[in-house]
């Protein structure tokens, strides 16, 4: 009964992984949204890792949903290093910029620009979808290592 629970949240914490990678996560104003899926190579990594979390979970492989889970997430939080990263460049770029040319029309049409740039709903389903499947690992874990021998019941 459990093993099935496990199996259908294992299918339904790929498929939310899946969902994430192809809502959009970056929004950027006057240059469009974009998917996680479309932005690069990591993208298409977590996709990848989400299908053979779906394919562990239907064997019943829980134990190897560390490997996917802290691969998701690992890939992940270096994206958001770099995306912080290259926000907080964008920024000094944008200040020494307008210090150089206070009233510049280019220097206010880059604010504007740089202010629009947002965080999409993507990554909310990429993190929660990855933190099912670490925890079917741990239930597992922990089932296996508390459970009863039969020779004993």
């Known amino acids: 009964m459990l093993k099935n629970i496990k199996k259908i949240l294992g299918v339904i914490g790929g498929a939310l992984v899946i969902a994430g990678v ?3 996560i970056l929004n950027l104003g006057l240059f469009g949204k974009y998917s996680y899926f479309a932005l ?8 990848a890792l989400a ?10 492989r829980f ?20 995306f ?7 920024t000094t770029f944008i200040q020494k910029f307008d210090q150089k040319n206070p009233n ?6 880059i604010k ?16 929660f979808g990855a933190f099912i499947l670490l925890i079917i690992f741990f239930t597992h874990v922990f089932e ?6 039969q020779s004993q019941k």
Do not use: C, E, H, M
């Open 40 to 47: 690069g190579i990591n993208g298409k990594i977590i996709f």
């Open 144 to 149: 296996r290592k508390f459970s009863v021998p």
């Open 63 to 82: 134990f190897f949903l560390i490997i996917t889970s802290l691969g998701i997430f690992s890939v992940f939080a270096y994206d958001v290093w770099k």
């Open 51 to 60: 299908i053979i979390s779906i394919l562990l979970s239907i064997f019943g």
């Open 112 to 127: 504007s620009a740089f202010q629009s740039f947002d965080v999409g709903w993507g990554w909310i389903f990429i993190i």
């Open 84 to 90: 912080l990263k290259l926000k907080k460049n964008l």
């Open 22 to 24: 192809f809502i959009p």
């Open 104 to 109: 510049n029309i280019l220097s206010k049409l």
